[in-house]
């Protein structure tokens, strides 16, 4: 569900029978400058000033669902790009992570972001770092990594991006296609 196109999430829990809804796409701002976590790439939707999903989450967790958030996307700057070492990265997810409390995240990993190889490391270093925090807080953390696909299956950038992962010991949970 994108949040710069949010319908309204009464209707949907009343109508569809739906509750388990992935949140996208968390981000970098759109200058790129800064390390921090925000809706869509909108300097003005700080995750750290956000009350509307809080809201929004709160109404899922009562009607007896739950959420995941991605982070990435097609378009737009992945965070991994932006914070410059793994603790930097690990802590704007750990921002999003608490705020929300969240039990899965997600990365969908395209566009421009499949293939920038020091993201890559960066961003799997700082899933340990997250896993490893989950663990010693008695939680766990389920991760998955989306990646893009074609009618002739994944390309050579993304089977990288799997190998990398494995290679690194990112603990990643699921590998979802798209």
């Known amino acids: 569900m994108p949040f710069d196109d949010a319908q309204n999430i009464d209707d949907i829990l009343a109508n569809s029978g739906v509750k388990q809804f992935i949140l996208a796409f968390v981000l970098a701002p759109t200058d790129g400058q800064d390390c921090i976590p925000v809706w869509n790439g909108h300097r003005n939707r ?14 899922i967790r ?17 965070l991994g790009h932006v914070c410059k070492t793994a603790e930097q990265l690990a802590a704007a997810y750990q921002l999003v992570i608490d705020k929300y409390r969240l039990t899965h995240i997600d990365l969908d990993i395209e566009g421009d ?15 340990k770092i997250l896993k490893n925090n989950a663990r010693q807080n008695g939680r766990k953390l389920f991760v998955s990594l989306t990646l893009p696909t074609t009618a002739m299956g994944i390309n ?14 990112a603990e990643i949970d699921l590998y979802s296609l798209m």
């Open 46 to 59: 700080l995750i750290s000033d956000d009350t509307f999903i809080v809201e929004m989450i709160d109404k």
């Open 113 to 127: 972001s499949l293939g920038a190889v020091e993201d890559e490391r960066r961003r799997f270093e700082a899933i």
């Open 62 to 78: 009562n009607a007896g669902g739950d959420v995941s958030i991605s982070f990435g996307g097609a378009f737009g700057i992945e």
């Open 156 to 169: 050579d950038a993304g089977k990288e991006e799997i190998r990398l992962a494995l290679q690194q010991q």
